[in-house]
């Protein structure tokens, strides 16, 4: 079965009138329809509940919106000893329930959930979908390996498949103890074409990128946005969630050491293993070479943008920050042929474009570097110069493991240094 005798099953059990409206991605493997919602009337799935099968909770909520305001989230809570039990309990599974994955996390669900959607409308089994049987999941499983679906995305379905399951109380296809990493290595052993490389940044190339002086505003950002999120072991989301507030100069002088003066900390306000909220504190030591010295490099960055922090700024309150221009912004041609920065961030594929070119302006292969080869370069640089795996963890911002971390504050911040330290700058 191919792609197109796949969209033309689709297609004919949709019926024409609704064939006509569906949209197909245009990704590796099976295609998906983007449009489900708009197709809910279809005799397809006639035989479903639609408003549980069709269910996307990728949106952010309106609590995630307002950045944990509950007033202003919940009318309910306004008078809550007004507001009956069932009401509460509707308002917990609406604005709470969906948090328990991020907002990514759960857009990327509902696009492995509509996969599995398409292929049961192709198969005449939307009703075999939801609850879904073991019998179910293999049959699908073998219609995305027969269309060359990558390795990456069947299992993104299987998780997607468990997740929605889980979310609703329902068991899932695949049960017991360790069952899913059993499947993971059964699918592993059958397509054996090996996962990609991919190289981390290197900390000669932190140090040839510092030392480059680029005329271009775009190679310019992009130097910087791979030496930070590199030093800072920075998620790709996390460097393109920068603003101008969260950039600290001279930051660990407020612990009232001398010594930390041209130091940088940033403020990540949202991390994913931060579940007490208390926000990181990356850090960026002074370089020993004026030439090599990132911070001072940011602090010219900032001028030539043109930017800084907000007046009205809320990020040190402890709130996601939308007044703030990001730091590494796209650029816009305008008036004269020249380029002027957007208010917009830089997107995920221009994060990964941005560090496969630095690769390969450093002699690297581009085709060996995405993303996540700054974060992975940071962890690397710094555990193989012996920093300890718990300081390491307060750059990269890694779940601490033991309870005991959750109680420890540095008494000198010079640990907190060890990961650039490492890149010898």
């Known amino acids: 079965m191919d792609q197109h005798a796949f969209r033309t099953a689709v297609q004919h059990n949709l019926r024409q009138e609704w064939a006509s409206l569906a949209r197909f991605s245009q990704s590796r493997g099976m295609p998906y329809i983007t449009n489900l919602h708009d197709l809910s009337g279809s005799p397809a799935f006639q035989h479903c509940d639609t408003a549980s099968l069709l269910r996307n909770a990728s949106a952010p909520t309106a609590l995630e919106r307002t950045d944990g305001d509950w007033r202003a989230a919940a009318p309910v809570l306004a008078q809550p000893l007004a507001a009956p039990v069932p009401a509460l309990a509707a308002a917990f599974t609406e604005l709470v329930w969906p948090s328990r994955n991020a907002v990514s996390t759960r857009a990327k669900n509902w696009t492995m959930w509509a996969t599995a959607v398409t292929w049961g409308v192709a198969r005449n089994a939307t009703h075999l979908l939801f609850p879904m049987s073991t019998v179910t999941l293999k049959a699908l499983t073998m219609d995305l390996m027969g269309l060359h679906t990558p390795r990456s995305v069947i299992l993104a379905v299987w998780s997607a498949v468990q997740n929605r399951h889980r979310s609703a109380g329902l068991p899932a296809p695949i049960r017991g103890t360790n069952e899913f990493t059993t499947w993971t290595r059964l699918l592993a052993s059958l397509q054996g074409a090996p996962r990609p490389l991919i190289h981390p940044v290197h900390k000669t190339m932190v140090q040839r990128l510092l030392a480059w002086r680029p005329t271009s505003l775009a190679d310019n950002r992009d130097r910087l946005a791979t030496c930070l999120a590199t030093i800072c072991c920075l998620r790709v989301a996390e460097l393109r969630a920068l603003r101008a507030c969260h950039l600290l100069f001279d930051f660990h002088c407020s612990y009232g050491i001398p010594g930390y003066e041209g130091t940088l900390a940033l403020h990540i306000v949202k991390r994913k293993n931060d579940s007490e909220r208390k926000g990181h504190y990356p850090a960026v030591g002074r370089s020993a070479r004026p030439d090599l010295d990132l911070v001072h490099q940011l602090r010219v960055w900032l001028c030539v943008l043109g930017i800084g922090a907000h007046p009205l700024c809320a990020s040190r309150a402890g709130v996601q920050c939308h007044t703030c221009p990001p730091i590494f912004p796209r650029f816009v041609l ?92």
Do not use: N, W
Not at 354 to 377: E, Q, Y
Not at 385 to 392: K, L, Q, R, Y
Not at 400 to 421: E, G, I, K, S, W
């Open 334 to 425: 305008g008036s004269g042929s020249t380029h002027h920065a957007s208010a917009a961030p830089m997107s995920s594929q221009m994060v990964r474009d941005a560090v496969r070119r630095m690769a390969a302006h450093c002699g690297g292969d581009p085709s060996h570097f995405s993303g996540i080869s700054a974060r992975k370069g940071g962890l690397t640089t710094a555990i193989s110069a012996g920093v300890p795996e718990e300081i390491v963890y307060l750059q990269s911002g890694h779940g601490q493991t033991r309870a005991a971390r959750a109680y420890m504050h540095l008494q000198d911040p010079a640990l907190l240094f060890a990961t650039y330290q490492a890149f010898g700058l």
